[in-house]
């Protein structure tokens, strides 16, 4: 516990779990996960916080219990916290998540509410439990949405993609369909187009009547 206060985790996480392996009582090895779960958790090692404090559930003493769950619900939370700024710590700020990502930390934050709730079932004065089911609920209604507001973005997206594409496919077809030669004509259905343009043309031209010569007579 010395090296928790003075804040080196690592050691105090050593020290814990060399006396979990000598302890001999019960009690007392709920109380030391406790401790062990603390540590681990403040050196932001929540798989270890995780186990600590499941084994600490193990106790028959509800004080104990209750604590466990509290920091169990902690835990998860951070986790959750943690993966989705993952991102950034990868050298990608601004990119957003996964879709596992995100059902990973769903997953997560309704356990931490589970966990809550079940601090609070042991001790209904529990404010601090209470107050973080709140929180957690909020940022996971905010999560759910995104994910969903992201998903119809996507399912936008692929739609208009797929209509791009079978525009294309069709354009394709009909420029293949004009270039195609008519083995009757000889012709490609964009060259006898042409054609008929220029026959078309060549007969408003001899429709025009030739301009006459001007003739005057002579009233002098």
């Known amino acids: 516990k010395e090296f928790y206060n003075v804040g080196e985790f690592d050691k105090a996480i050593k020290g814990y779990q060399s006396a979990i392996d000598e302890s001999k009582s019960t009690s007392q090895t709920a109380q030391l996960n406790l401790g062990l779960g603390a540590s681990a958790f403040s050196a932001n090692n929540h798989e270890l916080a995780l186990d600590a404090f499941s084994s600490a559930l193990l106790s028959e ?6 604590t466990a769950h509290y920091n169990l619900g902690n835990t998860l939370f951070r986790k959750g916290e943690e993966l989705l700024s993952s991102n950034d710590d990868a050298g990608k700020p601004g990119t957003p998540p996964s879709k596992e990502s995100i059902e990973n930390v ?14 609070l079932n042991i001790n209904p004065n529990n404010t601090n439990a209470q107050h973080n089911i709140d ?23 692929d739609e208009q993609d797929s ?6 496919q069709e354009q394709q077809s009909t ?18 187009q042409r054609q008929l343009e220029a026959l078309a043309n060549e007969q408003i031209l001899r429709a025009l ?12």
């Open 163 to 168: 209509q791009d594409e079978q525009e294309s």
């Open 61 to 66: 003493e509800k004080p104990v219990q209750e």
């Open 106 to 119: 769903i997953k997560d934050w309704e356990g931490a509410i589970e966990h809550y709730q079940s601090s």
């Open 135 to 157: 929180v957690v609920k909020k940022r996971l209604e905010e999560l759910k949405q995104d994910e969903q507001d992201s998903q119809d973005e996507q399912d936008s997206q």
């Open 209 to 220: 009547p030739r301009r006459s010569k001007a003739r005057f007579s002579k009233d002098w």
């Open 175 to 192: 420029s293949g369909e004009d270039q195609k030669v008519n083995p009757k004509t000889g012709y490609s259905k964009e060259e006898a």
